[in-house]
């Protein structure tokens, strides 16, 4: 009888286990689910690759429109509108933002509205291509054309006129160029401040520091707690040193990447550490000792043997530290600011794609849709940085 | 007869603990000696001694002295890394590096700063071959020297010795951790290499005493009971703690 009820206990414990952990995953994918459903939708190139200010392009077209009929492309969707005359195609969208406007799908090569004489600037050039928005004409008949109209009355519009004193487009804008290289250089300014000192601090630790010895005890309980530490105190810290450090050496003002990266460097300093020393600890003496019998020096030894030992132990930290600073946004507000750019410059202002979902969030409006959409670019960017590193990992272990 | 290692009046403590008791002994030159005793009775620290290993351990004192060639390897201006180049060491356990088995054996030669590939792929070569492993793994040299069965790589960490062309070769019970069969292959090995090395081997297997050395010492507690020729030590010891130990009694 008793080992009937012993079979029925372990029974319970065995499903209540799987019960919790399902419930641990359910919550997990739930959250993937909930991302990948608000923002698969704004998931483009365009928003990879594109700006985030948009350009006003402002032109006109005073000759006479040439009267051969353009042919509209066969892979137009129902809802777009051509005109034959002009040779482009408009159809009303969403902007990131939420708001309507005319999209323009299509501009035939040939077409006058490809390339216009600048309105503001004798002698220049502005190009009308797909992607950007219609805001805004006045026909040579003086009749307006609006967005708020909808794309099927501008291209009946454009059917009739001959000639355009004013045309007004847009880019799209809204893109996350700027803080996807602003994340690129933060990564690759943090690793190489970070892993060198972090990498060498563990290795003093566990391979030449005194044993027992009570400062390198309290130095390591110390490396312990700083990975701890709330990261917003490490960016008060950036803005407090790091900042003005760099301004004056480079003679700009504010915030910057190396301020930022120099700050994300102290955040992810205890973790290669701790994480490098676990490693070194998994390293049998049984190398160390083979090493110095074979006549090789100590630090033969450790660079040798133990640090390419260590190598796949370390790559982890090193992939533990990316995710870290891609997920940083607390202490990059303080150490670079949050004014999203186009063109990044190491020694100014420019964001984060963690901090750039703050800024989408925390507008008047916040943009659930675009938040998301950006979420899912850092997810996918943790996921291949990962892939790589098991793969490096897989290629050096012996 | 020519001695490799000279020990006189050898004390050696862990902290308070008497590891090894006014040791004197001399170990010649292209024999092989064994060292005997049961565990814990400081066989293993004498060996490590004599390329001092000890000095990775925090708390050991040492006092008397070993000569190596005439030169007192305690001496403050001894050169330690020049020693273990000379006096090489096969651990208990195979402990190959995780790399490929070309990258252990060139390790040693590669760490005192050869680096013409030529003259590495030679010293890997001969090494294998005098290990005994060249027409096993010659194919593979790329790959881990982890696939390795126990006693290939235990014979690669006596061909990894073997590279740095030492004149000693210590081995601190080398076949413990292998088969029978293993065990043979490095025996023969050891017989072998006895023609060009002079080898002080640890081993708690008697019959292996018995079978390869020509000299052997046998410890007790941390003391020297008795070392003479191996046939002596088998046939006629004159100590009787010695005939006790060797015939099963204790130990």
Known sequence: ?398 | MENAFTINQLNLKYGEKKALDQITMDIPKNQITALIGPSGCGKSTLLRTLNRMNDLIDNVRIDGDIRYEEQDIFAKEYDVINLRTKVGMVFQKPNPFPMSIFDNIAYGPRCQGIKDRKVLQEIVERSLINAALYDEVKDRLKESAKELSGGQQQRLCIARAIAMEPDVILMDEPTSALDPIATAKIEDLILELKKKYTIVIVTHNMQQAARISDNTAFLLMGELIEYDKTDIIFSNPKETKTEEYITGRFG
């Open chain 1, 1 to 398: 009888m008793k080992s009937r009820k012993r079979f029925i206990t372990d029974k319970i414990y065995q499903s209540l286990i799987t019960l919790i952990s399902l419930i641990g995953l359910v919550i997990l994918i739930a959250v993937f689910v909930f991302v990948f459903n608000k923002g698969s939708s704004l998931l483009s190139w365009d928003l990879l690759t594109g700006d985030y200010y948009s350009t006003v392009y402002d032109g006109y077209y005073d000759s006479e429109l040439t009267t051969n009929l353009f042919v509209a492309p066969d892979d137009l969707d129902s809802d777009t509108y051509f005109s034959t005359r002009w040779g482009i195609a408009l159809k009303d969208d969403l902007d990131r933002e939420g708001h309507d406007y005319i999209l323009i799908v299509y501009v035939d090569t040939e077409s006058p509205l490809a390339n216009l004489p600048d309105k503001n600037n004798e002698g220049e050039m502005v190009y009308m291509a797909s992607g950007q928005s219609l805001d805004k004409i006045i026909f040579s008949d003086n009749t307006i054309m609006l967005s708020s109209k909808g794309a099927e009355a501008a291209i009946s519009q454009f059917e009739s006129a001959t000639g355009i004193k004013d045309i007004m487009f847009t880019t799209a804008g809204k893109g996350i160029r700027g803080s996807l290289i602003t994340t690129m250089y933060l990564i690759i300014l943090t690793l190489i401040v970070a892993l060198p000192i972090g990498i060498l601090t563990a290795i003093y630790l566990h391979e030449f520091a005194p044993k027992n010895n009570k400062l390198v005890n309290i130095l390591r309980r110390m490396v312990e707690m700083l990975t701890g530490v709330p990261s917003i105190i490490f960016g008060l810290l950036g803005a407090a040193v790091f900042i003005p450090i760099v301004s004056t050496v480079t003679g700009t003002e504010g915030g910057n990447l190396i301020s930022g990266s120099l700050t994300l460097a102290v955040i992810i300093l205890p973790v290669i550490i701790s994480s490098t020393e676990e490693t070194l600890k998994t390293i049998p003496d049984e190398y160390r000792q083979a090493s110095l019998a074979l006549g090789a020096t100590k630090s033969q030894t450790t660079f040798k043997v133990i640090l390419k030992s260590s190598a796949p132990g370390i790559l982890s930290a090193v992939l533990l530290s990316i995710g870290r600073i891609i997920g940083e946004s607390a202490a990059l507000i303080y150490a670079i600011g949050t004014s999203i750019k186009d063109e990044i410059i190491v020694t100014e202002r420019s964001t984060s794609l963690a901090v750039h979902i703050w800024s989408v969030m925390s507008g008047e409006t916040p943009n659930f849709e675009l938040a998301s959409a950006i979420s899912i670019i850092i997810l996918l960017v943790v996921f291949v940085m990962n892939l790589s590193v098991k793969m490096i990992v897989k290629k050096i272990s012996y």
